[in-house]
């Protein structure tokens, strides 16, 4: 059990044959609450925006870790995003929750995105920072480089190659800055690699999301990129965008991919801005 855990800011709650482990914050509302997806490998990585958005937006505000990830051990087989949005709505209806915001950063923006559309009713609105470029020009690249990180994890064991994977995402030195950023997370990612290899890659390589499901979202998006990322999120930001009938665009300046732990207020200031505006 991780120390953020151990601080008694985290829970254990299951739904359905699901272990996930939920973290709540900011006042009871009548407004519906916030929920933040766990992403993958460093799946605390929206922590810190959901604490700024629990003393900034006067609401409930939810983050949880993934079927996989953290007390509910490792998922055996490959994943799927398709269940992992069926997971978020499965602990909406544990809670008692009838409609909700909806966050995702990478990973878990892909399962933001498949809940709005599978599940309209119960997404008041959607924010998914950079999702996986599955759709992009650039799709055909992304899935190879996904190919080659399944083929390190067969040659090297789920923990090297975490390690070598974002050391060439973050930097040589993510160890140090993850930790400073979110002390625990670093235990937390050797944990939960397992699950990174065996269960998100090939969910992510398998997701076909398409136009016509982002036809069934009816709920507001907001799609967030930064200017220091690699080119295929925003290729895919492009790729997606005019498939919503409601969709905005912020790009944030000098972010790149580990946005929401580098530049948590900006993120936040995005996001909180877009929630607002259903109040406005």
């Known amino acids: 059990m991780s120390s953020l855990v151990e601080q008694g800011r985290w829970r254990a709650i299951d739904v359905g044959g699901a272990q ?3 973290w709540e914050s900011g006042p009871e509302s009548d407004k519906p609450p916030v929920v933040l997806i766990g992403t993958a490998l460093t799946a605390d990585e929206l922590l810190p925006v959901a604490r700024l958005l629990a003393s900034d937006l ?7 870790r993934r079927r996989g990830y953290g007390t509910a051990g490792t998922v055996a087989g490959a994943g799927s995003i398709r269940l992992d949005a069926s ?7 544990e809670l008692e929750i009838a409609c909700a915001v909806v966050v995702g950063v990478s990973y878990s923006g892909a399962v933001a995105l498949q809940a ?10 959607v924010i998914a920072i950079e999702p996986p470029p599955v759709q992009s020009a650039s799709a055909a690249a992304f899935r190879v480089a996904n190919t080659r990180l399944i083929a390190e994890y067969e040659h090297l064991g789920a923990p090297r190659a975490a390690d070598r994977f974002l050391s060439r995402l973050m930097d040589p030195h993510w160890r140090l800055d993850v930790e ?6 670093v235990a937390q990612v050797d944990a939960d690699a397992e699950t990174f290899f065996a269960a998100d890659i090939p969910a992510l ?6 136009e016509a499901d982002a036809a069934k979202v009816t709920a507001p998006v907001l799609l967030v990129s930064g200017t220091a990322s690699a080119h295929w999120f925003e290729e895919e930001i492009e790729a997606i965008r005019t498939w919503f009938t409601d969709v ?3 790009s944030l300046a000098n972010a790149d991919h580990s946005m929401a732990l580098t530049h948590p207020t900006e993120v936040e ?9 259903a109040s406005a």
């Open 20 to 22: 996930l482990d939920l």
């Open 58 to 64: 006067g609401r409930t505000v939810l983050a949880y």
């Open 87 to 93: 997971d978020l709505i499965a602990l909406l209806d």
């Open 116 to 125: 709005a559309a599978d599940h309209p009713e119960r997404v008041e609105r």
């Open 180 to 185: 400073r950023m979110l002390p625990g997370a």
């Open 205 to 210: 390589l398998s997701w076909d999301f398409t």
């Open 248 to 250: 905005s665009h912020v």
């Open 269 to 277: 200031s995005a996001v909180a801005g877009f929630i607002r505006e």
